[in-house]
């Protein structure tokens, strides 16, 4: 079992950025491929970003292509997502998910956080 818990969400004004964190605890960290998944309001949850379990390759979706940033800490058991130039459609629950496999398709990880609002104003 991976536990996660996300922090970091909150209301920002457009254009603006924040960053979301996720620390992770049980099995070990660094053996897990980390994800970031977003659901607006109404709509079916996404995918943002991924990272590998040495954080040497990370994918992210077209829509937030140059202003998200995923980065991790093993030592910390720590994922971040920065988030740059921040759009009212960037509002949503930020969910962060780990798996021992990582997908380049179709990513579906085992274990998820619980979530962190962001909200973006126009």
């Known amino acids: 079992q991976v536990q996660l818990v996300e922090s970091g969400g909150g209301l920002v004004q457009a254009g603006g950025s924040l960053s979301v964190s996720c620390a992770a605890s049980g099995r070990t960290f660094s053996n897990h491929a980390m994800y970031w998944f977003r659901q607006p309001p109404g709509k079916e949850r996404e995918f943002v970003a991924s990272?590998?379990?040495?954080?040497?390759?990370?994918r992210y979706a077209d829509s937030v292509k140059g202003r998200f940033t995923i980065s991790r800490d093993n030592a910390k058991n720590t994922v971040y997502l920065r988030m740059n130039s921040l759009q009212p459609e960037d509002t949503a629950v930020y969910y962060c998910?780990?798996?021992?496999?990582?997908?380049?398709?179709?990513?579906?990880?085992?274990?998820w956080g619980q979530g962190t609002q962001v909200t973006v104003s126009s």
């Open positions: 998910a780990a798996d021992s496999t990582y997908y380049t398709d179709n990513p579906r990880p085992r274990y």
């Open positions: 990272i590998t379990w040495g954080g040497s390759s990370t």
